[in-house]
């Protein structure tokens, strides 16, 4: 049965157990506990950086982070001895013997309009290189991003009926907790799935509910002029993250090839040359594995990220094309939290 209250509770819980495990390893770094545990250093994972967003219905809270806690984040790094560092600059980094520290990492997936008003200053005044991943069927409006389609669907609608794919079914979606609920319904049919039919499937109803998928896109996505101009500035890079944000993992391999060789094509489009990074969409093992990372070696990227969580290490010269990256969650807004993450405890730990 599903029990929204349940799944509340239980998000509840799993916030407060995390902030309260960051807060533990963010003491034990400041002591020096296994000081060897942070390696070489980390690259760090942004979706949306911009002023906080005031609404009851927030689903995706977690893909937000405010200009100030990554200026925070950034200044605490610094502090900590971490050294900025270009992703497509990672392998020459991670090879030298004389780093004068750690390695701090920027990437942002997905290419939000906010990247360049909020986060791009913030960059620039630390000097911090960064890497904006991009969907090329986001840039022309193609294609939508589900999670902020089902967003307003699911808080304008008092249920929501929805075939998953084995028969619509109908959840009571009038309280707060029965619209998270339901979004969570949603993204459990979607996080280890192909992903194409259930999302032509909530796009096709958003619009029957006067909601346009890529009308979202176009007031949340940079487009190529956009791209273009930020792509000249010192700081910023683009790499290629998919045409239409696939899970990788659950595609033909045919489709997951075009994919990824299209999606450079589209950046090089933009920017005058191939991108040299790559992002899995999604990233973590339900969808990017060794199939996945073999054909961005074979596309001749030089670099890959997913979003398993860990440090970089001695070894991750020889993992260039499935690089662990740390979330930045909106959830968890402080810059102890951050220096307790870029430590590498809670992964030497796990």
Not at 16 to 21: D, F, N, R, S
Not at 277 to 299: I, M, S, V
Request: hydrophobic letters at 40%.
């Amino acid at each position: 049965m599903f029990e929204p209250e349940t799944t509340a509770a239980r998000r509840f819980i799993k916030r407060t157990v995390i902030q309260g495990g960051l807060e533990a390893m963010s003491l034990l770094s400041k002591t020096g506990f296994m000081s060897g545990a942070r390696g070489r250093g980390a690259i760090f994972t942004l979706h949306h950086v911009r002023p906080t967003v005031q609404k009851d219905f927030n689903p995706a809270a977690h893909l937000s982070v405010t200009p100030e806690f990554l200026d925070a984040s950034i200044a605490k790094l610094k502090a900590d001895g971490h050294v900025p560092v270009a992703l497509e600059d990672l392998p020459e980094y991670l090879a030298r013997t004389d780093q004068p520290g750690p390695a701090m990492v920027f990437t942002l997936d997905d290419g939000y309009r906010d990247n360049d008003l909020y986060a791009r200053p913030v960059f620039e005044k630390h000097g911090v290189p960064y890497t904006i991943f991009v969907a090329g069927g986001f840039v022309d409006r193609t294609h939508s991003i589900w999670w902020e389609t089902a967003e307003r669907l699911i808080n304008q609608v008092e249920e929501f009926t929805f075939d998953y794919g084995s028969g619509e079914v109908t959840v009571p979606t009038r309280s707060l907790m029965e619209k998270y609920a339901a979004f969570s319904r949603l993204n459990a049919s979607l996080v280890c799935a192909e992903q194409a039919e259930i999302v032509s499937r909530l796009d096709a109803q958003a619009r029957a509910a006067g909601i346009c998928p890529t009308g979202i896109i176009d007031r949340e996505i940079m487009n190529e002029a956009e791209l273009r101009r930020l792509a000249a500035t010192p700081l910023a890079r683009l790499g290629a993250h998919t045409i239409s944000h696939p899970n990788l993992a659950h595609s033909q391999p045919d489709q997951m090839r075009a994919e990824i060789s299209l999606s450079a094509e589209r950046v090089a489009e933009i920017t005058g040359e191939m991108p040299s990074t790559f992002a899995y969409p999604y990233g973590n093992r339900c969808a990017a594995g060794p199939r996945e990372y073999q054909t961005a070696q074979d596309l001749g990227f030089k670099v890959a990220v997913t979003t398993n969580p860990g440090v970089l290490q001695t070894n991750s010269l020889q993992d260039l094309f499935s690089l662990r990256r740390i979330s930045l969650n909106g959830y968890y807004q402080k810059s102890r939290y951050v220096g307790a993450l870029a430590s590498g405890i809670p992964f030497a730990l796990s």
